[in-house]
């Protein structure tokens, strides 16, 4: 079982809110706590996460597939997650992700070899007029009117955190 004794008294709880039969309503919040506990959802995780919730595993993988949010391989401590939707893609988002490939040597969903930084396009971020635009997981702060430069910068802000 992937869970502490701790977290299966919190999913109990995120259970109750719902009436039964009904637990697949659990979900989101579930699989960002297993999230949060292993860093991304192997499978063997997201089968737990079938299990308590009382669900088929295929309706988590479903989930866990849609939202660009869950992480289906390992990250790095630092997922740089730049929009490459049509507005910001105008205004040099894909210049931008193959600035940043070549700057930290990865291709998307990589971790770099310091273990600090993965590449991830999603799709909108809903700042359309501020692009291009990145937020920065785990604690998903928005960068917003990138330009190579100002990347420079966070990398380097977010190395010396380390």
Partial sequence: MAFSAERLEQIKEIKNRYPAGKHKSALLPVLHLAQADHGWLPIDVMNDVAEVLDIHPIEVYEVATFYTMFHLKPVGKYVLEICRTGPCCLVGAESLIQYL???????????????????????????CGTGPVLQIGPDYIYKENLTEEKLDQLIESLRAKG
């Fill in 101 to 127: 490939k070549n700057k930290l040597n990865v291709e998307e969903g990589e971790v770099t070899a310091d273990g600090l930084f993965t590449i991830k396009p999603v799709e909108c971020l809903a700042s």
